[in-house]
């Protein structure tokens, strides 16, 4: 297995597409808060714990299926996770928690040229998820993979603040943190977003690492402080990128996008299955529906409830594959959440 994907739109070769099995709301704790409701009251979340219902999960990997079977028929190599038990408890000195899911392989795996990096996350549930890929980092590293893991964050309830998140992370510089959709890569080029999933120490430890390799790692600050970039920063093709402008402006758009065609978009269509999770309590935003995937600088692959956006990328030259994502609000996942690019036809160029 090779391991090259040095932005989020060569062509497509080979991908892993995550499973719903056993997918649930883990122990509500400050790490869990921060992640996926820190708008809340923990008072109002911690009764959600438990599996999501049989109904839910069937349907959810009922329509990941659909992603693979489309990726496939485009001719992509399809990975999928084992499946594990995330109601099993685990501890460490500091906390106990059960684990969460293994709907998002985007989260916790890092590809670049020849090299993987697992991310130090700042959810405590998500510690061991990537025991679900392990077959996959065999077959990488036999085949001269480079596979690294930043080391694991201790996570104390002191890492996280509640206090003060308007418009500030609820995540604390206490120990490098970040997750991989923190990170937009657009080859030599890195952009590292500040926010409750990644923060300052983490940023640097991803400069140590990959600033001697010939990357340039970018801070994106003040954008959206909540969790990953990829529904507020979409490069789509050399040049061209699309911005939620609920959370991106001129005075606020990276430079590195100085030169690029922007799309500012936030017209997305709330599907009302996915509306809210669990007690009408959703753990991410309703612009989830602007998560999309590239197959390649022509190709995206949309949510097929998503027709307001469907009709803009096809006004700008896409060819559009629309598939049924019922439950990415739910479940806190949209396409390029749900799955992880392995291998993408092109080398590391500078598009800046």
Request: include cysteine; charge should be negative.
């Amino acid at each position: 297995m090779k391991i090259s994907t040095n932005n989020h739109w060569d062509p497509l070769e080979e991908i892993v597409v995550g499973i719903a099995d056993h997918a649930r709301v883990p122990t509500v704790d400050a790490s869990t808060m921060n992640m996926s409701y820190t708008n809340y009251d923990i008072e109002d979340v911690k009764p959600l714990e438990g599996a999501y219902p049989k109904w839910l999960i069937d349907e959810a990997n009922e329509d990941l299926q659909g992603v693979a079977d489309t990726l496939t028929s485009l001719g992509v190599k399809v990975h999928r996770p084992k499946a594990l038990d995330h109601s099993v408890k685990y501890s460490t000195p500091e906390w106990e928690t059960t684990g969460w899911y293994t709907w998002c392989p985007r989260d916790l795996l890092l590809p670049l040229n020849n090299l993987m990096i697992e991310t130090p996350s700042a959810c405590r549930s998500r510690l061991f998820e990537t025991r679900a890929y392990h077959d996959i980092y065999l077959e990488a590293v036999r085949d001269g993979v480079e596979w690294i893991a930043a080391p694991k964050p201790i996570l104390p309830d002191e890492s996280f603040q509640f206090e003060d998140i308007n418009g500030k992370p609820s995540l604390r510089n206490l120990e490098p943190i970040f997750d991989a959709p923190n990170c937009v890569r657009l080859g030599k080029d890195i952009l590292f977003q500040i926010s409750n999933t990644g923060n300052h120490l983490g940023m640097q430890w991803l400069k140590n690492t990959l600033e001697p390799r010939g990357y340039r790692i970018h801070a994106a600050e003040h954008i959206y402080s909540f969790a990953h970039m990829d529904s507020t920063i979409v490069p789509l093709a050399p040049g061209k990128v699309l911005l939620n402008s609920t959370r991106v402006n001129p005075d606020n758009c990276p430079k590195v996008f100085e030169k690029w065609d922007k799309i500012y978009f936030e017209d997305v269509n709330v599907n009302p299955a996915t509306d809210s999770g669990p007690g009408s309590i959703s753990p991410c935003s309703p612009y989830i529906g602007m998560n999309i995937l590239s197959v390649d600088p022509t190709t995206v692959i949309v949510g097929d409830d998503q027709t307001n956006l469907i009709r803009v990328l096809e006004k700008q030259g896409f060819t559009v594959a629309p598939v049924k994502m019922r439950h990415a609000q739910t479940l806190s996942g949209g396409l390029h959440c749900t799955t992880l690019d392995l291998r993408r036809r092109g080398g590391l160029e500078d598009y800046t």
